[in-house]
C-alpha cells in the first residue's frame, strides 16, 4: 500500500469516472482501489486518472474548478443535474444536460425578465442567457449573431431553440404579433417535420435555421426560417418502434369525423406508410377522447404511447389555430389535410403481376382499386391516367421527328413500388418546403438592420444501417466542427498570440481531411455520386468500388469489414463504407445511395400532377420546373443541393457573431435523474468542450478593447476620469480595483478576463454612487503614485546619464594626456636625447679647465678652446632647440601646411649625431692640445688622467650601445605581442564559427524532436479516434442488441506517412495498430524508454513486480545486481508518479511537495535520459552534495534554504532540507521515498555544480546536528563496497 493515498478519478465503462486511491504504481500504469466497494480493483494507464478533489464541486462555470480534467468535469455535471441545475459554462459556451422532466420557474416569464440585460456570468447558466448576450452583442458591436445548438438526437436542441425563441421574441415585455407568427412556426414545423424515434420521441427530421430579425432599435421587425433536408425515406418506411411524421397521427386521431369523412380516413393499421408503429401518444384525458374505431390493435392492445409535451388528439387542434394564425383560410388548411390523407391511401396501393405479359409489367393489385379510387379523388387526377403513370414510364426515343417517339415502357412490380414511393415523398416533401413559404410569408418583414439565427439541426447520426441521409447529417456535423474547431481553438489561440498573451498551446484533430473526402472537387464521395448517376446504368456497386478507389489508404475511410460492429462486418467491400468521423467510425450502406440522391419523379407521374385538380398541388409541381426532362447530364443531385446550402449557411456563421450551446442526453432510456457518465463523457469529447475547457485553463474567455471598455463606463464616470486615453484609463481602474493580478491580462489592443471575472469587474464599475466615489479617488490616487513614479523613475534616468557624461569626458581627456605624451616624447626623444649627449661635453670640458688650472704654461690658450666648445654646444643646443621648437608650433595648429614644415624641416638624428661629433671632434682636439702640453709638466701623472678620461668616453659609448641594445629588444617585444593578438583573434573567429555550426546543429536537432512531438500527437489523436469507435459500436451494439469484436479481422491502412504504424501498405490487425500507438507513444512519452531498454539487457523482469515488492527487495535483498535493478526499476516508477502528478496538480499548490530544489529538477527535465550502466552502479560511490535553494512563495527573509543529498550510487539514500522559518526535513530511503529526490545522479547534474560536492564528514555533521541517526547502506557499504 502507498502512503500517498490521494483521491484520484479513475476512468469506468459505465460511469465515465468513480473515484478511488492509487494503491501501487505498476510498471506501465497504477493499481487504483475504487471507493466505493461494488466496483473492482482496477490497473489503469496514467492517462485515464486525474486528480480529485475532496469535496464534491458544483461551479457555475467549468473554468473555475479546482482541478482542471474531464473527471472533474463531469463530475460537476453530474452533481448539478441532480440538483436540477442542467446548465453550466465552459468559458463562454453553454453546457445543457436535458433534465426529461419540466423543472419548476426555469424557463417562467419573471425568469426572463431577471435575465434581461445582464452580463454572461452574472446570474446562473441559463439559455437565456445566452440569448442576452447575443442580443447585447448585437446592439454593441452592431452585428448579426448566431447561436449554434448541437447536440445528438434527444439531447434537446429543439427544446433549447424554443427557449431561446420565446426570449428573443420576448425580451422586450410581451410578444408581438410578429413574434407570435415566429412562435407559431414551431408546432406546425414540428407537426410535418418531427417524428418518433427510438432515441428521441419528438425527433426533428429536419434541421432549420431561425433568423430573429431587429430593426436600429432592437426591436423584433420580421423572421426567417431556412430548413434543411428533410428525411424522406420515412414517408415510405420506418424502422420498427419509429413512427411517421407526426401530422399523420394527429389527422388520424384529432381530426373530426366530417373531416375524417371527407378524406376517407380510418386508422392507423389501415395504412402501410404507417407500419413502423400505429400507436397515439395521448395522455389520460385525450386518450378518452379518441373513438376506439380509430385506434390501431396495437394501441389498444399496448395503450397509448407516453411524452410529456406530444399529444396527437390536442396537438392537431393546436396545428389547425396555428395554421389558422398563420393567416391560412379553411380551404387552403383543407387542402393540406387532403394531400396529407392522399399520401397515406397512395402507400396503400399495390401492384400484382399481370398474368402471361411477357414484358413483365404490372397493375393495380385488386385489394388497392378503393385506395387508387381515393388517391385519385383527393390528388385531383384521372384515375386511369394516375394508374397508368404508376404502372408504366413514358420514354422518347431520340429518333423519330421533332420530339422523338413516345414509348410506354411497362414497369415491373418493384419499379411501380419504386415510382409510388417517389411521388409520395414527392408530394409530402414539397408540402413541406410549401408549409415554410408559408410561415416565411406570414411573418411581416420590413428592413432590417441585423438577425439573430438559431441553429438547430440534427446531431451527429449512427445507425445499424447508415444510409444517404445519415451522409448528409453527418457531413453537415463535420462542417459544424470544423467550424468550432477553427472559431474557439484555433482563432482563440492565434489572437492569444497576437495579443503576447503567452498562452500554452493546445492540440485538437483537424477534421479537414474528412471534408476533403466527402465535398472534393474532383474524386469527394458527392462528386462521385453525381458522376455515378450520369453513367448510362448507375451501380451502386460501381460506385462504392469508385469511392474506395479513389481513397484507398486514405486514413478515414475504410472498408465495411474493418468495421467493430459485427452486423456491418457481413457488407462486402462494394456494398458500402466506413468513414471514421470526428465522433467516431460509421459503416455506410451504399444500396440506396444513387436514388436518394436524385429526387425527381418519372416523366409520367411529373406530367400527371402538374395537370393535376388540386390547386395546391398544382402549385407544389409548377409546369415548367420538369425535372425529368432537363436529363441526366444536368439534374441537380440532393448532395449537391445540400453541399449549396450548406454552404451557404456556413457563409452566413462566418460573418456573424456565434454562441454555442452544447446539448447533452443524460440517458438512453429518456428518462429523468438518471445520469449515465459514459454516454455523457462521449458526448462532451465530441462536442469539443473538453479541448475548450483544455484552453481555458489558461485563457481568457472575454476581452473587449481598450477604446471599447472606455466608451462603456464613460457615461458613468466622473469628469476627471472621462479625460484619460482609453489604455491608461483601463490600467488604472484594474490596478486600483485590487482585480488580481492573474484574473486580467493586457494584451496589444483589448484587456482578457479569465472565465467570469468580467462579471466581477462589471458588477464593480456599476455599483452605487458611494462606492464609485470611492473608486474614484483609488484612481487617482493610484494616478499620482504611478506619476510620480514614472517622473521619479524619469530624474534617476536624467542623473545616470549625467555621471556617464563626466565619466566619458574624464576617461576621453586622460586618453588625450597620454597619445599627446606619447606623440611628443616620440616625436622630441632624438633631440632631448642629443642635448643630453652634447651638454655632457661641457661637464667634460669643466674637467679640461680644472686640468688645465694646473697648467703652468698654455693654460689661457686652453681656456680659450673651451671656451669655444661651450659656444659650440650653445649653439648647436640652439639649433636643436629652435628646429624642435618651430616643428612643435606647427603641430599644434590646425592650419600646419607640407610647405611650411619643407621650409622648416625636423633635424635628424644624423644631424645631431654629426654636430655631436663636430663638437666632440673639437674637444678631442683640444684635449690633444692639453695632453701634449700636460706631457710637457707632468707626462706620467698626465697621461693617466688622459686614459681615465678615455676609459670613461668608452664606457659611455658602451652605455649608449647598451641603450640602443634595449631599444631594439623592446620593439622585437611589441612585434610578437601583435603577433600574439593576431593568433588570438584567429583563433576567437574559428571558435565563433565553431558555435555557430554547433547551433545550426542544435536547431535541426530541435526541429527533429519537434517532428518527432507532431508525430506523436499524431498518433495519440488516432489512439482517440479508435477509442471513440469503440465506444460508438458499443453504444450501437447494446442498443440494437447487436455484437461487438474486440479486434476485427483488418483494417485498411490510413494514410499517414511511411514511418507511421498505420502508413505501410499491408493489412494490420486493429489490435496491432492500437498496440503500436500505443506502444510507441508510452515509450516516447517519457524518457523512461532509455531505461526501459536498459532493463531490456538486465536478466530480471520486474515489470510484474509490485511496488511494494521492489521496495522489499531493496531492503532485505542481498543479490547485487538484483538489488541494482529493483532499485532502477523502483525509481523509475516513481518518476512516473510524479510527473503524473505534476500534471495533475491542484492550481493553487504549485510550489509544494518540490523533492528537490527546482534547479535540480529543471536540470534534470532538459537533459537527455540517461541509461546507467550496471557496472557503474555495482561500483557504487557515496558522494554528498549541498546546494542553496528559493522559495517562490514564502516571505523574503525564510526564502533561502539549504538542500543537502546522499547518493549511494546513483541513487538518494538521505536528504535533508534545511528552512530559516521551519524545522529541518530529513528523509531516508526506503522510509520516505515519495517525498524524496527521485533522479538518479546523472540526471540531477549536481556532479557538474561547480562548489557543490562536500565531504562526507561535512555532510554527516550537519546530519547528525539536526538529530539523523547515522546512515545505514540498503545495499551497499558505505565505502561502496557491496554487501
Ligand atoms: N430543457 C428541457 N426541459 C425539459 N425537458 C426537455 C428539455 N430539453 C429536452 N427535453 C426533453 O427531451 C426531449 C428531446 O428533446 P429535443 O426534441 O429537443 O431533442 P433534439 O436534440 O432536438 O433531438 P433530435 O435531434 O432528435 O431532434 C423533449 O421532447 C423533452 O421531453
Ligand atoms: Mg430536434
Known amino acids: 500500500m ?71 468535469f463531469l463530475d460537476n455535471l453530474k452533481t448539478r443535474y441532480y440538483k436540477d441545475k442542467i446548465y453550466t459554462y465552459v468559458a463562454n459556451i453553454l453546457i445543457a444536460v436535458n433534465p426529461y422532466r419540466e423543472i419548476k420557474e426555469l424557463y417562467a416569464p419573471d425568469t426572463i425578465k431577471k435575465y434581461n440585460g445582464r452580463s454572461l456570468g452574472e446570474l446562473p447558466p441559463h439559455v437565456f442567457a445566452i440569448a442576452d448576450k447575443a442580443i447585447r452583442d448585437m446592439r454593441v458591436y452592431k452585428l448579426s449573431q448566431s447561436i449554434i445548438v448541437s447536440g445528438e438526437s434527444g439531447a434537446g436542441k429543439t427544446e433549447s431553440t424554443k427557449y431561446l425563441l420565446k426570449y428573443l421574441c420576448y ?77 399523420f397521427y394527429m389527422l388520424l386521431a384529432g381530426a373530426p369525423q366530417q373531416l375524417r369523412d371527407k378524406l376517407s380516413l380510418g386508422k392507423p393499421d389501415d395504412y402501410r406508410y404507417l407500419s413502423g408503429c400505429t400507436q397515439y401518444f395521448s395522455n389520460a384525458k385525450t386518450e378518452q377522447l379518441i373513438p376506439g374505431t380509430q385506434k390501431s390493435t396495437s394501441h389498444q392492445k399496448k395503450g397509448p404511447l407516453k411524452d410529456p409535451i406530444i399529444d396527437d388528439y390536442q396537438h392537431f387542434q393546436n396545428l389547425d389555430k396555428a395554421l389558422g394564425r398563420l393567416g391560412l383560410s379553411e380551404s387552403e388548411k383543407m387542402s393540406i389535410y387532403t394531400l396529407v390523407a392522399a399520401v397515406l391511401h397512395l402507400g396503400n396501393i399495390t401492384f400484382e403481376e399481370i398474368p402471361d405479359d411477357v414484358r413483365g409489367g404490372c397493375q393495380v393489385s385488386e385489394a388497392s382499386e378503393q385506395s387508387m379510387t381515393i388517391t385519385s379523388g383527393l390528388l385531383g387526377v384521372d384515375e386511369t391516367e394516375l394508374r397508368t403513370a404508376l404502372v408504366s414510364r413514358v420514354m422518347q426515343s431520340k429518333g423519330g421527328g421533332f420530339k422523338g417517339t413516345v414509348i410506354m415502357v411497362p414497369l415491373k412490380i418493384y419499379e411501380a413500388n419504386n415510382a409510388r414511393d417517389a411521388l409520395a415523398k414527392a408530394i409530402y416533401s414539397r408540402l413541406f418546403d410549401r408549409i415554410v413559404a408559408l410561415i416565411n410569408q406570414s411573418i411581416p418583414f420590413q428592413a432590417s438592420n441585423f438577425y439573430i439565427g438559431v441553429l438547430d439541426i440534427a446531431g451527429f447520426e449512427y445507425f445499424t444501417v447508415n444510409s444517404f441521409e445519415q451522409f448528409c447529417i453527418n457531413y453537415c456535423n463535420e ?118 440522391n436524385n429526387d425527381a419523379l418519372h416523366a409520367s407521374l411529373e406530367g400527371l400532377v402538374q395537370e393535376c385538380e388540386n390547386p395546391l398541388l398544382k402549385q407544389l409541381f409548377p409546369s415548367g420546373s420538369n425535372t425529368s426532362v432537363r436529363g441526366k447530364l444536368n439534374f441537380i443531385s440532393v448532395g449537391s443541393k445540400f453541399k449549396t446550402q450548406l454552404g451557404e449557411l456556413m457563409e452566413k456563421l462566418e460573418q456573424n457573431g456565434t454562441n454555442f450551446i452544447r446539448c447533452i442526453k443524460p440517458n438512453s432510456k429518456m428518462v429523468d435523474r438518471q445520469f449515465e457518465g459514459n454516454l455523457a463523457l462521449a458526448q462532451l469529447k465530441c462536442s469539443g468542450t473538453i479541448s475548450v475547457l483544455e484552453l481555458m485553463e489558461h485563457g481568457f474567455p472575454s476581452r473587449v478593447l481598450f477604446a471599447d471598455l472606455y466608451s462603456m463606463y464613460k457615461s458613468v464616470l466622473p469628469p476627471e476620469l472621462v479625460s484619460l486615453p482609453a489604455r491608461t484609463f483601463c490600467e488604472a481602474m484594474f490596478q486600483s480595483l485590487n482585480l488580481s493580478a492573474k484574473d486580467f491580462k493586457f494584451g496589444i489592443t483589448k484587456v482578457f478576463f479569465r472565465p467570469g471575472k ?149 633635424i635628424t638624428q644624423r644631424e645631431i649625431d654629426s654636430m655631436y661629433t663636430v663638437v666632440m671632434a673639437n674637444m678631442n682636439k683640444l684635449t690633444v692640445d692639453l695632453n701634449n702640453k700636460l706631457k710637457e709638466q707632468q707626462q706620467a701623472e698626465e697621461q693617466e688622467r688622459l686614459r681615465k678620461i678615455q676609459e670613461a668616453l668608452e664606457a659611455e659609448r658602451r652605455a649608449k650601445e647598451a641603450e640602443e641594445q634595449r631599444l631594439r629588444e623592446d620593439a622585437e617585444n611589441k612585434r610578437l605581442k601583435v603577433e600574439m593578438e593576431t593568433r588570438r583573434k584567429l583563433a576567437e573567429a574559428q571558435r565563433l564559427k565553431q558555435e555557430e555550426e554547433d547551433r545550426r546543429a542544435a536547431l535541426s536537432l530541435q526541429a527533429q524532436l519537434e517532428k518527432e512531438a507532431k508525430d506523436d500527437a499524431k498518433y495519440r489523436q488516432q489512439l482517440e479516434q479508435e477509442r471513440r469507435d469503440h465506444e460508438l459500436a458499443l453504444r450501437l451494439a447494446s442498443e440494437s442488441n447487436g455484437q461487438v469484436e474486440d479486434s476485427p479481422p483488418v483494417i485498411r491502412n490510413g494514410g499517414l506517412n511511411d514511418a507511421s504504424p498505420m502508413g505501410s501498405n499491408k493489412l494490420i490487425s486493429f489490435s496491432q495498430v492500437v498496440s503500436n500507438i500505443a506502444s510507441r507513444y508510452l515509450n516516447k512519452s517519457e524518457n523512461v524508454r532509455a531505461q526501459q531498454q536498459a532493463l531490456g539487457k538486465q536478466k530480471f523482469d520486474l515489470s510484474k513486480w509490485k511496488y511494494s515488492e521492489l521496495r522489499d527487495a531493496i531492503n532485505t535483498s542481498c543479490d547485487i545486481e538484483l538489488l541494482e535493478a529493483c532499485r532502477q526499476e523502483f525509481h523509475r516508477r516513481l518518476k512516473v508518479y510524479h510527473a503524473w502528478k505534476a500534471k ?89 521515498d515519495m517525498q524524496m529526490c527521485e533522479l538518479s545522479l546523472e540526471e540531477t547534474g549536481l556532479t557538474r555544480k561547480r562548489g557543490a560536492e562536500i565531504l562526507d564528514h561535512e555532510f554527516n555533521r550537519e546530519w547528525e546536528r539536526n538529530g539523523g541517526k547515522p546512515y545505514k547502506s540498503l545495499g551497499t557499504k558505505p565505502n561502496g563496497a557491496g554487501i
Open 2 to 72: 502507498l502512503e500517498d493515498t490521494q483521491l484520484v478519478w479513475v476512468r469506468d465503462a459505465t460511469d465515465g469516472y468513480i473515484q478511488g486511491r492509487i494503491t501501487e504504481i505498476g510498471s506501465k500504469e497504477f493499481e487504483v482501489t475504487p471507493i466505493d466497494r461494488k466496483f473492482p480493483k482496477r490497473t489503469c494507464h496514467y492517462d485515464d486518472i486525474h486528480s480529485s478533489c475532496d469535496g464534491p464541486q458544483d461551479h457555475d462555470d467549468n473554468c473555475e474548478l479546482m482541478l482542471l480534467n474531464e473527471a472533474t
Open 171 to 247: 425580451s422586450h415585455d410581451s410578444a408581438g404579433p410578429i413574434e407570435t407568427k415566429i412562435l407559431d412556426a414551431n408546432p406546425v414545423l414540428e407537426a410535418f417535420g418531427n417524428a418518433k424515434t427510438t432515441r428521441n420521441n419528438n425527433s426533428s427530421r429536419f434541421g432549420k435555421f431561425i433568423e430573429v430579425h431587429y430593426d436600429g432599435k432592437c426591436q423584433v421587425v420580421g423572421g426567417y426560417i431556412s430548413h434543411y433536408l428533410l428525411e424522406k425515406s420515412r414517408i415510405c418506411t420506418q424502422s420498427a418502434e419509429e413512427r411517421n411524421y407526426h401530422v
Open 479 to 596: 462542417k459544424l466542427q470544423k467550424f468550432f474547431n477553427d472559431n474557439i481553438l484555433k482563432n482563440e489561440q492565434e489572437l492569444y498570440k497576437r495579443e503576447g498573451l503567452n498562452v500554452p498551446e493546445i492540440t485538437f484533430t483537424d477534421n479537414q481531411d474528412i471534408i476533403e473526402l466527402i465535398e472534393a472537387k474532383s474524386s469527394g464521395i458527392f462528386t462521385l455520386l453525381d458522376e455515378e448517376s450520369k453513367l448510362p446504368k448507375p451501380s451502386p456497386s460501381h460506385f462504392t468500388a469508385e469511392v474506395h478507389k479513389s481513397w484507398a489508404n486514405h486514413y478515414r475511410l475504410g472498408l465495411p469489414r474493418s468495421s467493430r460492429l459485427k452486423a456491418h462486418r457481413t457488407l462486402r467491400d462494394e456494398e458500402g463504407f466506413l468513414v471514421r468521423h470526428f465522433a467516431g467510425a460509421v459503416c455506410y450502406n451504399t444500396e440506396q445511395f444513387i436514388e436518394k
Open 758 to 906: 468580467f462579471v466581477e469587474f462589471d458588477r464593480i464599475m456599476r455599483s452605487d454612487p458611494e462606492n464609485m466615489l470611492a473608486i474614484v479617488a483609488k484612481v487617482k490616487k493610484w494616478l499620482i503614485r504611478s506619476r510620480w513614479v514614472k517622473s521619479a523613475l524619469g530624474a534617476l534616468c536624467v542623473i545616470k546619464l549625467r555621471n556617464r557624461i563626466i565619466f566619458r569626458n574624464k576617461c576621453v581627456l586622460t586618453a588625450q594626456r597620454i597619445a599627446r605624451g606619447f606623440l611628443a616624447r616620440k616625436q622630441h626623444r632624438p633631440r632631448y636625447q642629443g642635448i643630453a649627449k652634447i651638454n655632457k661635453i661641457r661637464t667634460n670640458t669643466l674637467k679640461t679647465i680644472e686640468i688645465a688650472n694646473g697648467l703652468k704654461m698654455g693654460r689661457d690658450e686652453i681656456v680659450g678652446g673651451v671656451n669655444d666648445i661651450y659656444r659650440q654646444i650653445d649653439d648647436a643646443i640652439n639649433k636643436i632647440k629652435v628646429r624642435s621648437t618651430k616643428i612643435c608650433i606647427c603641430c599644434q595648429f590646425a592650419n600646419f601646411t607640407v610647405s611650411r614644415l619643407q621650409q622648416n624641416p625636423r
Open 1144 to 1232: 495533475n496538480r491542484k492550481r493553487t499548490t504549485m510550489d509544494e511537495n518540490e523533492r528537490a530544489p527546482r534547479s535540480v529538477m529543471e536540470a534534470a527535465f532538459k537533459q537527455p535520459p540517461i541509461v546507467q550502466p550496471i557496472q557503474e552502479i555495482v561500483a557504487a560511490q557515496h558522494r554528498y552534495f549541498r546546494i542553496p535553494f528559493m522559495r517562490a512563495n514564502a516571505p523574503d527573509n525564510t526564502k533561502r534554504g539549504l538542500w543537502y543529498a546522499h547518493f549511494d550510487g546513483q541513487w538518494i539514500a538521505r536528504q535533508m532540507e534545511l528552512h530559516a522559518d521551519k524545522p529541518p526535513i530529513l528523509l531516508v530511503a526506503g522510509t520516505d
